[in-house]
């Protein structure tokens, strides 16, 4: 079975400008949920879609938006960049009968 | 706010020795605990879960759970050069299936001595 796939693997962005993510769950897996990773605040959860609802989300700007798709591909934004949003930004997908997470490769996101 | 505490390391272990790695949590409504491997510049990797008190085995990595305690621990038997990495422990929700998000601690960075 195919893991998580995220598109792109590596962004440059200048601030001010936005950027969209894509990832795509493991096949039968509902529940995406999305990451930011940086060296200073660790892996902070960003928001979970389920059935292309938002079911939570975390401590974000609305900057951060996300959505999720009938076949359960998610897509998130970040509008307005700002340099501290370089970071490596993760996809997790889950399955409906546990909780556990697993994680696509990432998409590296640069601001200059 | 839900937190979930780790030792950054680096910790420095000798091939072949055991590798204990620990941490605490604050919010005692998780119920599912989450050990994970993520070398430089890769994404993290699911080495094992826990749900229950106690231990849970699985190869060369046992999971350990103290609830009261608030304390979640992996250890790594026969450790080998390839287990240098960051270990980063997650804490669940009290929802389950993922929508609550993990709480993720800063991981603790481990070094095995050939």
């Known amino acids: 079975k195919a893991g998580v796939t995220q598109t792109p693997r590596y962004l440059i962005k200048t601030r001010g400008q936005q950027v969209t993510l894509s990832c795509s769950p493991i096949s039968g897996h509902r529940s995406v949920s999305w990451y930011q990773q940086t060296p200073g605040q660790g892996l902070q959860f960003l928001f979970e879609?389920?059935?292309?609802?938002?079911?939570n989300k975390g401590n974000f700007p609305g900057r951060f938006s996300g959505r999720q798709f009938s076949n359960s591909r998610s897509e998130m934004n970040v509008s307005t960049l700002e340099l501290g949003d370089s970071a490596l930004y993760l996809c997790?997908?889950?399955?409906?009968?546990?909780?556990?997470?697993?994680f696509g490769p990432g998409t590296r996101l640069t601001v200059l | 706010q839900k937190e979930v505490e780790q030792n950054s390391g680096p910790l420095s272990v000798p091939e072949g020795a055991i590798a204990s790695l620990n941490c605490t949590y604050s919010?005692?409504?998780?119920?599912?605990f989450f050990w994970y491997r993520q070398y430089s510049g890769k994404s993290p990797e699911l080495i094992m879960f826990?749900?229950?008190?106690g231990d849970k085995e699985d190869g060369r990595f046992t999971a350990q759970l103290n609830k009261a305690s608030q304390y979640v621990s992996l250890l790594i038997r026969d450790s080998q050069p390839s287990d240098s990495a960051t270990y980063l422990c997650?804490?669940?929700?009290?929802?389950?299936?993922?929508?609550?998000?993990?709480?993720f601690g800063k991981g603790t960075h481990l070094i095995i001595q050939p």
């Open positions: 826990i749900y229950s008190n």
């Open positions: 879609y389920f059935s292309e609802t938002q079911r």
């Open positions: 997650a804490g669940g929700g009290p929802s389950g299936g993922g929508a609550d998000g993990l709480t």
């Open positions: 997790a997908s889950t399955g409906t009968s546990s909780d556990t997470q697993y």
């Open positions: 919010d005692r409504g998780s119920q599912s």
